[in-house]
């Protein structure tokens, strides 16, 4: 993380000297994307690999109703295809979010939006189909408004469910949902509904939760959200283990937010094997800044937010792309989207019309960098976007990690006690479980956190039947199986 510090600046110069570069000649001219009438936001991206092209989704206010269009767009060529209407009731439906639902047997895109058609805002879901996208059915609702939803990565751990997080009043809460048969458009949809881990002192605070979630390949599902309290924001962390399709809540949860400072749309990144990082915005009583807390799971402790960047000015509503970043800034006196890289001094302002420009929401591709944003410049909102070659070498490349490790099973073949050794590389959660051959889960052994080194755990199969069993010992880094024979 040192290279994200921009320590030089600080050293040479007082901080209301720092500017930002002129970027003229490093940014495209804006591109205007929407014309409607209406005021175009929201605007959602997913890029679908099979067809090689991304999606686009947005929602358009106007006369009072709010619609949903979506389209596509080829950056290659800078191609749009016109906008269709994918939800246009006299309900408002807004705030739409794209989903990757299978690749099994084929891969396919889903969009979550919210549609209040039945008084209370609900979770709409349509998926993209041959002919266009399905007719939106309700798939989450309370007697509450249901906002904000936001998509978790593809899970393995829950047998391959969409996942939404979404945000209802004075709880945060995610719903995972899914559904029997993998090969049929879901018409009966179960729930399985769980809760960030420490579920009652959310529930005790009075305030205001914005979750948003993320799920690794190790089974981890982590949790952030925003909270209000004693009259300020504060960010909040948890995380699950999920193992074949039940969740084992973990604890790490705690304000990771050190100052009296309000702390504001965190945004979870996972860098490393060890860590998780925190981008959150911070308002402080001078200025908002861009600030990033990194969690050591060995020590279980957040760092002390630090800024992104340093720069005059608010920074607000941060996108991130591997190691590039799109935000807002107001240093020149109106909003403008500016894009910074650890690779840089100062931010560049990537158009600084004097309109307000907003949302921005970035991506690379092919060498550049896209940066959509939303834009009132036409006396109405429309979206627009501007590019730049992509920045170069990355900064603070990763060391590669040992993968693989062999696990024994002793006495193999055996009548009914096991023990199960293996040397495990790296400090890493870690699953162990024992299956019959038919893939069914016989019992878990093990799930959580693991240091690295010899490791030895027990199994009694004396209860279960004479036959072959796997080992599996699952980490974020690699799965290892090893066979085990029961011969009473
Ligand atoms: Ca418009
Ligand atoms: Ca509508
Ligand atoms: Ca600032
Ligand atoms: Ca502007």
């Known amino acids: 993380m040192k290279t994200l510090k921009t320590v030089l600046i600080v050293l040479l110069f007082d901080s209301s000297l720092i500017c930002y570069c002129a970027s003229a000649q490093d940014w495209s001219a804006p591109v205007q994307v929407t014309s409607s009438a209406g005021d175009d936001h929201n605007l959602a991206f997913?890029?679908?690999?099979?067809?090689?092209?991304?999606?686009?989704?947005?929602?358009?206010?106007?006369?009072?109703?709010?619609?949903?269009?979506?389209?596509?767009?080829e950056p290659w060529n800078g191609a749009f295809t016109p906008p269709?209407?994918?939800?246009?009731?006299?309900?408002?439906?807004r705030n739409p979010v794209f989903s990757e639902l299978f690749d099994y047997p084929e891969w396919q895109i889903g969009l979550f939006f919210e549609c209040d058609h039945s008084g209370y805002y609900g979770i709409y879901f349509t998926?993209?189909?041959e002919s266009g996208y399905s007719a939106p059915w309700l798939s989450l609702y309370s007697d509450v408004d249901l906002l904000d939803p936001v998509p978790a990565p593809m899970m393995t751990c829950l047998g391959a469910v969409p996942t939404v997080f979404i945000r209802s009043y004075n709880m945060a809460v995610n719903f995972m949902y899914g559904w029997e048969n993998w090969f049929s458009i879901p018409q009966d949809t179960s729930f399985y509904i769980s809760y960030p881990s420490t579920p009652d002192s959310i529930h005790s605070h009075d305030g205001y939760i914005d979750g948003s979630g993320w799920v690794t390949q190790s089974q981890k599902m982590r949790y952030v959200w925003e909270l209000e309290f004693e009259g300020r924001s504060i960010i909040e962390y948890s995380y699950q283990i999920g193992v074949e399709g039940q969740i084992y809540p973990e604890t790490l949860t705690g304000n990771i937010s050190h100052t009296t400072d309000s702390f504001r749309n965190p945004q979870l990144v996972q860098t490393h094997y060890y860590d998780d990082e925190i981008f959150i915005e911070r308002e402080s009583p001078t200025e908002e800044d861009i600030v990033v807390s990194i969690l050591d799971l060995e020590q279980q402790e957040w760092s002390s937010?630090?800024?992104l960047f340093e720069a005059d000015g608010n920074e607000r509503n941060l996108s991130i792309f591997g190691y590039n970043y799109a935000f807002e800034t107001d240093i020149d006196g109106n909003w403008d989207v500016a894009f910074w890289h650890p690779n840089f001094d100062q931010p560049e302002i990537i158009d600084s019309h004097s309109a307000e420009d907003r949302n921005p929401v970035i991506f690379q591709e092919s060498g550049a960098i896209y940066v959509f944003w939303e834009s009132n410049r036409d006396g109405n909102w429309n979206i627009y976007y501007a590019y730049r070659d992509a920045?170069?070498?990355?900064?603070?490349?990763?060391?590669?990690?040992?993968?693989?490790?062999?696990?024994?099973?002793?006495?193999?073949?055996g009548n009914a006690q096991f023990e199960i050794n293996f040397d495990l590389p790296v400090s890493t959660e870690t699953a162990i479980s024992i299956y019959d051959i038919s893939g069914k889960?016989?019992?878990?052994?093990?799930?959580?956190?693991?240091?690295?080194?010899?490791?030895?755990?027990?199994?009694?199969g004396g209860e279960q039947p004479s036959g072959l069993y796997l080992v599996r010992v699952e980490t974020g880094q690699s799965t290892q199986t090893s066979k085990l024979v029961l011969l009473k």
């Open 305 to 307: 937010p630090e800024p």
């Open 84 to 93: 269709v209407l994918v939800a246009g009731t006299a309900a408002n439906e």
């Open 127 to 129: 998926e993209e189909t």
């Open 46 to 73: 997913i890029y679908a690999d099979p067809f090689a092209s991304y999606r686009m989704a947005w929602d358009c206010l106007e006369a009072g109703d709010t619609d949903l269009y979506a389209c596509e767009f």
């Open 391 to 413: 920045v170069g070498v990355e900064p603070d490349p990763r060391p590669e990690m040992p993968q693989d490790f062999a696990v024994s099973v002793y006495p193999n073949p």
């Open 441 to 460: 889960l016989v019992q878990s052994l093990q799930s959580g956190f693991l240091t690295a080194g010899d490791k030895s755990f027990k199994w009694n």
